[in-house]
């Protein structure tokens, strides 16, 4: 299915989420990666580690309703494919970010932002990989 | 303070991933699909991103210490090894099958849709499952630390 490129949306929202990386390091010294703030929530090492984290994600998950309500943009978040391909993808997200020790906005936009050669060679190795098994997915086994 | 400062900077985080389309799997699967209808909205995604950190960040460290709490990282990870490529390959793997992301499905819990509920809770799943296997298996402890 094609999908609609948005290049000055998607670059507006790609600065946004660079805002709120550096919002929380200049604020509270932290890395914004997604994996490490849901591992800090699912393992959580004292209270006030899981608390800000907690709090993050909470404000992740309203910024669903303030889009509605105030610019009434309802972006869409459900795939053409089914549940199972969604959910086999998870299980092995989780074990890849935790081996990987982060995934795009850990790696991707923090990581790269100081110049990390670790984070560098993650991403090569993710964005390659997911390169090749849509490729895989699309074009060798047609799904 | 610090918690609403960062549910401030979640805020921002989750409109930002809304707007670029990163929680859209079809607009995902698109961008990783050069020889199908390629979408190449997420280079921009990315370039927004990595540009905006990358000054942001250069200003950050030149204060002294966070201004809200805490202290700046020190002595973050630099070993790259087979754990760091492998284990991103997988993630690459499981990003192309399921078209999310850690970073991108944690704003779009906030639909309520059972796409992205379900994956966050299959991303939970392989965490806690790395950890089980890992604590169990000496050489793996001994591996990551």
Known sequence: METEFTPYLSLLGGA????????????????????????????????????WRLAMVAGMVVAVPVLAFTVQVQPNVVPDFSLIRVIIGGLIVGVGVTLGGGCTSGHG?????RL??????????????????VFIIRHVLGL | MTLIYAALTGLVFGVGILLSGMADPNKVINFFDLFGPWDPSLAFVMGGGLITTLVGYSIAFRQPKPLVAGKFPTNMPTQINAKLIGGSALFGVGWGIAGFCPGAALP???TFNLFPVVFVLAVVVGMIGVRVVGSQSAAFRRQIT
């Open chain 1, 16 to 51: 946004l989420i660079g805002v709120s990386a550096v919002m929380l390091m200049i604020g509270l010294g932290r890395i914004a990666g997604a994996t490490g703030i849901l591992n800090g929530i699912i393992f959580p090492s004292n209270a006030k580690d899981f608390s």
């Open chain 1, 109 to 113: 936009i923090c990581g790269l932002a």
């Open chain 1, 116 to 133: 990390s050669p670790r984070s560098a060679v993650a991403v090569v190795s993710f964005m390659t990989a997911a390169f090749v098994t």
């Open chain 2, 108 to 110: 779009a819990l906030g």
